[in-house]
């Protein structure tokens, strides 16, 4: 089942770029994208999953060092 | 003597994970110099695609035998974009922007070039790999 994430959870994905020090908004962007159709494809396959949870899964697939 | 077979089993599977472990890590490196050829075609076959789409598509062609690191993904597409094979645009989709990259015209011939580069390769190494011993 396909799982949408709402507005205010993109904006929380914006917000955890800018905390991970990414200001550039044009990466941003392309970082949001990216986490929001990780996570989305993960609740999707398994629905029991937390937001923050999956996002925390999904992060560490950017290696030990994250976005940098 | 009991304790000694749950170390030797422990250490057994210790060995196991470290063999399986450096094999992906010298698939990868083997991989990783095709990179930059793989994402070109995709591009080329593909028109426009955004980051998570070229990791998809690559892990289902490949049938999860390769898949792209973001680590590696980026900085790849940010480079070529830098040196103007590659061009993007933005674009909302849904509650979200995308943003999405083509191939420019040097990135046609970059693409062409990146192309036989690798089959010269591959062609190479079917050499080496293939001859058999006279």
Redesign the interface.
Known sequence: MKH????AQ?AYLFSFCRKHFIPYY?LQ??????L???IEHLMGEQPQLEFEETLAAVYR???A?GFR | MKKSNGYSCLSFLCIKILIVFVINMKTNALYKGCLEPILLKLLKENTRM???EITQKVKEITTGSLVI???AL?PLLHRLEGEEILS?E?EM???????YYSLTAKGDLAEVAATHSLSDFIKTMNLILLTKKA
């Open positions: 949408e994430l709402t507005p993109i044009d962007i392309e970082l949001v994208a990216h929001a159709h990780a697939e950017f290696g060092t | 955004y980051g998570y690191t973001e680590g980026y993007s933005i989709n849904g509650n979200r922007p995308r943003k």
